[in-house]
């Protein structure tokens, strides 16, 4: 009886300092596209409250989790990169009402996952589903994509801090390929080009 008591009492003891550290992304990077002309159109960018804040957890162990802020760096890259597909951006905001604006760009993370690896020499991995919608101000749909991206990395037997460094990097690889998947689409779109 007195062993099992001990035995509870350890666990609660190993259990309580259960970890959840949140990765450090790096910051968003400029994405480059060859030859890309912003569309003579004013957007505004409307980003839910649930795409800003989501996070991603990966349990690393039976103690510690690992969070992505993959919420906002999207929503970073976004902003950072917006400029290179249209001519003028006015606010974020979850309501754009009232924004003179020609159209509206709504973005959702659909989905994202990573991978720690076991054993540690195997790669981290990424990946994340963006789906965007273009109304115009009247709020009919003039254009929707879905773009998905991936991201792997991987540089030898990693633990503990250098780890988290890989991790990050995956997850940033993996968003910036989707970004730029999305970014040119709507430089492509025929539906915006004749938007205005």
Do not use: W
């Not at 994405?31 to 957007?43: F, K, Q, R, S």
């Not at 991790?167 to 968003?175: D, G, I, V, Y």
Request: net charge negative; with cysteine; glycine share 8%.
């Amino acid at each position: 009886m007195r062993a099992s008591a001990l035995l509870a009492t350890l666990i609660i003891v190993l259990a309580g300092p259960c970890q959840a550290g949140t990765l450090k992304l790096p910051d968003p990077p400029v994405i480059e596209i060859d030859g890309a002309e912003p569309l003579p159109l004013v957007v505004s960018l409307s980003i839910p409250d649930g795409v800003s804040s989501c996070v991603h957890t990966v349990k690393t162990s039976p103690f510690d989790k690992m969070r992505y802020p993959v919420g906002t760096y999207t929503v970073e890259l976004l902003e950072k990169n917006l400029a290179t597909v249209f001519s003028h951006v006015v606010g974020t905001g979850s309501t754009p009402k009232g924004t003179p604006a020609d159209v509206v760009l709504e973005l959702s993370i659909e989905s994202f996952d990573a991978a720690i690896p076991h054993p540690a020499y195997n790669p981290y991995t990424a990946s994340v589903v963006y789906r965007v919608r273009v109304k115009d101000p009247a709020g009919e749909v003039l254009f929707t994509q879905t773009t998905s991206g991936s991201g792997q990395t991987s540089k030898g037997m990693m633990s503990g801090f250098k780890a988290q460094q890989l991790a990050a990097e995956s997850a940033a690889r993996a968003m910036n390929d989707a970004m730029r998947q999305l970014l040119e689409g709507l430089l492509d779109s025929r539906e915006l080009r004749a938007a205005r």
